[in-house]
């Protein structure tokens, strides 16, 4: 089994395809959609945790770069600075997956960066810019 997440970008002729279903359906991979920007007509992003089988992995991506798609690693990440960090919670409140929480004995902010999708809402959300993006 192999779990990846990565960024799709799509010309405007795609954008209205059912891209990720044929990934299921034909590949028997399962998809998390993380982020998405789509617009019709013009061109598209989309970042998702991919995972299934090898083989049919590497089958799913090749029918994706076939297809016209860039496909490319999520090789955005966040981190906590900690020597920035209040542990105020701000961040808490803004995250769709739970990857910032509190500590109830120590009562400082973790960052659990297994659980992060990268969608950045953290970022402007802390008053001290203690979360950071890193390419």
Do not use: W
Request: proline share 6%; aromatic share 6%; net charge neutral.
């Amino acid at each position: 089994m192999i779990s990846k997440r990565i960024v799709l970008k799509f010309p405007p002729r795609l954008a209205d395809q059912p891209i990720v279903s044929n990934l299921a359906k034909y590949f028997d991979l399962e998809f998390n959609i993380l982020k998405a920007y789509i617009i019709p007509k013009e061109e598209g992003l989309l970042v998702l945790g991919l995972s299934g089988e090898e083989e049919n992995y590497n089958k799913g991506i090749n029918y994706l770069k076939e297809l016209g798609l860039i496909v490319q690693p999520l090789s955005l990440s966040i981190i906590q600075n900690s020597s920035k960090c209040t542990h105020c919670g701000v961040c808490i409140t803004v995250c769709p997956t739970q990857a910032l929480a509190l500590d109830l004995r120590t009562r400082k902010v973790h960052f659990d960066e297994n659980k992060c999708i990268a969608c950045e809402l953290c970022i402007p959300a802390c008053p001290l810019r203690a979360m950071e993006v890193h390419y």
